[in-house]
């Protein structure tokens, strides 16, 4: 399996700019998970699905940040518009429930994000 | 606050010796995990040790698990200079149905 896959794995953007970041998760897996890391917050939840479905959007900081799972194989995080403190990396992570409930996570490599 | 945290913030050993990192959570928990993340990667699961054992072993790598103080360890024996990296522990609960609730962080050093 290739794992997570996350693109671009970096952008560059101007403030004002609309981005957009991509996953694929591991086949099969049921949860898919959004996080941003800065050195400032550390690693933060900001969305996750389970089988589609948004589950907990709580820890999205704004209504400048969207995310949509249209199938079991793909997502998007939009952040429009961008501002300058959106500069981060952010992680896409997928879990398989299965029958042991172990709720361990498989990170992708990350889209490390500058907007200027 | 973050549910997990850890201590210390950062660790400077030499390689071959031990490393001890330890987290500190707020409420029940279904497992706890630890995860590796190397500069610029994203995070790798190490090790999950569940709410109903004290300790557990992979490797190199000791966990412990003492749910009556809310705390675990990892402890890394025999350090090398390629476990430098930032180690975060995560824990479940029952009824998060999936998330797991991640630490700052420990960021270990080890010199060849």
């Known amino acids: 399996d290739a794992g997570v896959i996350q693109s671009p794995r970096h952008e560059v953007t101007e403030m004002g700019q609309e981005v957009t970041l991509r996953c694929k998760p591991i086949?099969?897996?049921?949860?898919l998970f959004w996080y941003r890391q800065t050195m400032m917050r550390g690693l933060e939840l900001l969305i996750y699905f389970n089988n589609n479905v948004p589950i907990d959007d709580s820890g999205m900081p704004e209504d400048r940040f969207s995310a949509k799972m249209p199938n079991a194989s793909f997502s998007t995080l939009k952040i429009q518009p961008s501002e300058p403190r959106d500069s981060a990396v952010y992680f896409c992570?997928?879990?398989?429930?299965?029958?042991?409930?172990?709720?361990?996570?498989?990170f992708g490599p990350g889209t490390r994000l500058t907007v200027l | 606050s973050q549910q997990g945290e850890e201590d210390p913030q950062a660790l400077s050993i030499q390689e071959g010796e031990n490393a001890t990192m330890n987290c500190s959570y707020k409420t029940s928990i279904n497992n706890l995990q630890w995860y590796r993340q190397n500069s610029g990667r994203g995070l790798v699961h190490l090790i999950l040790?569940?709410?109903?054992?004290r300790e557990k072993h992979s490797g190199r790598l000791r966990v412990t698990l003492d749910t009556s103080k809310k705390s675990s360890s990892l402890l890394i024996t025999a350090s090398r200079a390629a476990d430098t990296a930032s180690y975060f522990c995560a824990t479940s609960r029952y009824n998060q149905g999936g998330k797991l609730i991640f630490g700052q962080g420990t960021e270990l050093s080890v010199k060849p």
């Open positions: 040790i569940r709410s109903n054992e």
């Open positions: 086949s099969g897996h049921d949860y």
């Open positions: 992570a997928s879990s398989p429930r299965g029958i042991e409930i172990t709720d361990t996570q498989y």
